[in-house]
């Protein structure tokens, strides 16, 4: 187990632990109807409760979910990172944005980065994300991570959908991970402007 959570630095963000001051943010997303996919939304105990458990997650399970911070100004855009409460079936790759940070690519580029530490660093060798088959945003996104959903994996509670990454091997300076790096690399051009679905 980590004696303190990592920094994780890509081209526009900073991936730090959940600290104090990110509270407000997490309970206005977690209060609001952007949380319906994730048992939301919570009242005031339960979004209390939920993030006392991403913080004590770290040291229980040595990994857990960071906070997405820009870079130039510090802003909190949302979460990502891993997340295996208990009666998991397996380690999962998880992310939020808040709500006026959606559209800007930052789940895809701190989920990459988020897969990557804990591919390379940690030494994954697999990894699944459990969405609810509504949550059409979140299974592009895993889509375009190169997840695959699969159905004879386990799942929490019968209703969600088990997506799996694909292995470290198989991710390897491949045309998938070029492509994803590509499209984060828009993302970061300030003249870019993504047409169609507002994805994250």
Not at 87 to 106: F, K, L, Q, S, T
């Amino acid at each position: 187990m980590p004696s303190s959570i990592p920094v994780i630095e890509t081209k526009r963000l900073v991936l730090r632990g959940p600290e104090a001051e990110d509270y407000p943010d997490f309970k206005a997303t977690f209060s609001s109807y952007r949380a319906r996919f994730m048992g939301g939304p919570l009242n005031t105990y339960e979004a209390w409760m939920l993030y006392a458990a991403e913080i004590g997650h770290w040291q229980v399970r040595g990994f857990g979910m960071w906070m997405i911070h820009d870079k130039s100004t510090g802003e909190t855009y949302g979460m990502a990172g891993g997340w295996m409460p208990a009666g998991w079936p397996e380690r999962e790759i998880a992310w939020i944005i808040w709500p006026d940070a959606v559209g800007n690519g930052y789940a895809l580029e701190a989920t990459h980065a988020a897969r990557h530490y804990y591919y390379n660093t940690l030494g994954w060798d697999t990894a699944v994300s459990y969405i609810d088959p509504k949550n059409l945003d979140s299974i592009r996104l895993a889509e375009r991570l190169g997840a695959q959903k699969v159905h004879n994996a386990a799942t929490i509670d019968g209703s969600d959908a088990v997506y799996r990454h694909p292995a470290p091997s198989v991710l390897q300076d491949s045309q998938l991970a070029h492509g994803i790096e590509m499209e984060i690399s828009h993302y970061a051009d300030p003249l870019f402007k993504p047409e169609g679905w507002a994805l994250d």
